[in-house]
């Protein structure tokens, strides 16, 4: 519950001190997560709406394209789950739907007959640039009071976030 003017986040920031000694290391990292989840999951939905709304593709489908359009030529499915940070299963869904609409295309691997091979087809790579032609201005509006420094900044906390989580609790 907030108060009116008063942000959800602020409402919670008066009620920190309780669990946490004010300005200690354990209230920082619990402020810098919590916001770190909020602000994903807001981001989150508000292109998810955006997109689906324009394209009617879903973030499953065009986080998809996305990688396989920044994967240099073929990827296998488990290998691409991974770049994704996605469960192989919950990814073969998306590329069997996909494969059908012709968005992607599966081939066998020829080194190991067992495993596929996924790449983007031509019809993908169109989806994505519509999908792109709203994300970029999304991103631009939103990002708009920032500085380059401050992004190039903010984009280096978070990878090394990103890489110390693969690198201690990566069980795949």
């Known amino acids: 519950m907030s108060f009116k003017g008063e942000s959800t986040f602020d409402h919670w920031a008066k009620r920190f001190h309780e669990q946490y000694e004010e300005d200690s290391r354990l209230e920082k990292e619990f402020k810098l997560t919590r916001k770190l989840v909020l602000t994903a999951r807001r981001w989150t939905s508000y292109v998810d709406d955006l997109v689906r709304k324009r394209t009617g593709h ?45 968005l992607v295309k599966r081939e066998p691997d020829p080194d190991d007959g067992r495993m596929r091979l996924i790449s983007i087809t031509p019809e993908g790579r169109r989806v994505m640039s519509r999908v792109r032609d709203v994300l970029d201005p999304a991103r631009s509006k939103v990002l708009a009071s920032f500085s380059d420094e401050e992004l190039v900044v903010a984009e280096q906390v978070l990878d090394r976030l990103f890489q110390h989580l693969v690198e201690e609790f990566d069980d795949t």
């Not at 030529?73 to 488990?78: A, F, Q, S």
């Not at 770049?83 to 869904?93: C, E, S």
């Open 58 to 102: 879903s973030r499953a489908r065009w986080q998809t394209l996305s990688a396989l359009t920044f994967i240099e030529g073929r990827v296998g499915t488990l290998d691409l789950a991974r770049h994704m940070a996605v469960r192989w299963p919950t990814l073969i869904r998306t590329l069997n739907e996909m494969e059908a609409e012709g």
